[in-house]
């Protein structure tokens, strides 16, 4: 099965948004990445409900919100109201996570819960069987464009173990540095959404290049 291709949109030409999502749009592309931060849990500012209200209008495919924010859990309405499909909060900002990711449940949304580099995959343990899915932080966020962090290929196996020890159905979402090289191992190792921002958006022909990664090897 080839694997779910989320976009993400850190890398485009924020002049020119409705032209990316248009492209995107006619893409073999499944889903939209959109990354959030607040300057707090990462050093980056990106957007907010405004614009994600206004990406709505043009997407015709799901938008995957990663919140890289505190506190998350003050937000989760906006979110949906705004148009968001999937949500994913990390483990390090929430204090209540199980509350948290069944408030996005609630809601209707996919719930995805985030761990950074440094986070032992063993955490999840307890949260496995309530989240759809995992998002494995491949370079430490706040940033698109980072070199891939080569240990997360051991994290997504694990990640994946966890899962079956569990009988989860969550899914495995990989984000930073994803390119046409580590994509079909990343897949290989266990990994059913691949977020791709600079690889393609900064692709001479991204559309091209949305079609390569969906390819396993
Ligand atoms: C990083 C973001 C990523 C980022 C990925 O903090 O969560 O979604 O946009 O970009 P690339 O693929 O360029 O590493
Ligand atoms: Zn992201």
Not at 25 to 44: E, Q
Not at 58 to 72: C, G, R, S, Y
């Amino acid at each position: 099965m080839s694997p779910i291709i989320a976009p993400s949109l850190l890398s485009a030409d924020f002049a020119n948004l409705e032209k990316e999502i248009k492209m995107i749009n006619k893409s073999k592309a499944d889903w939209i990445h959109l990354d959030i931060m607040d300057g707090h849990f990462v050093p980056n500012i990106t957007f907010g409900m405004p614009v994600i209200r206004a990406i709505k209008k043009i997407a015709q495919k799901p938008l995957d919100v990663h919140l890289m924010i505190e506190k998350p859990e003050r937000y989760i309405a906006d979110f949906k109201r705004a148009g968001a499909d999937c949500l994913s909060v990390h483990w390090e900002a929430c204090t209540h996570l199980h509350r948290t990711i069944h408030q996005i449940k609630e809601l209707d949304m996919l719930a995805g819960v985030a761990i950074n580099p440094h986070t032992p995959v063993s955490f999840l343990e307890d949260i496995i069987n309530d989240v759809d899915f995992v998002v494995v932080m491949s370079v430490n966020p706040g940033f698109g464009g980072q070199r891939f962090i080569s240990n997360s290929i051991k994290r997504v196996k694990e990640v994946r173990k966890l899962i079956e020890k569990h009988k989860s159905d969550a899914m495995v979402e990989i984000d930073g540095g994803v390119d046409l090289e580590n994509a079909p191992i990343l897949v290989d190792a266990g990994v059913d959404i691949l977020v791709a921002g600079n690889t393609v958006f900064g692709a001479e022909n991204p559309l091209e290049t949305i079609k390569k990664l969906r390819i396993k090897n």
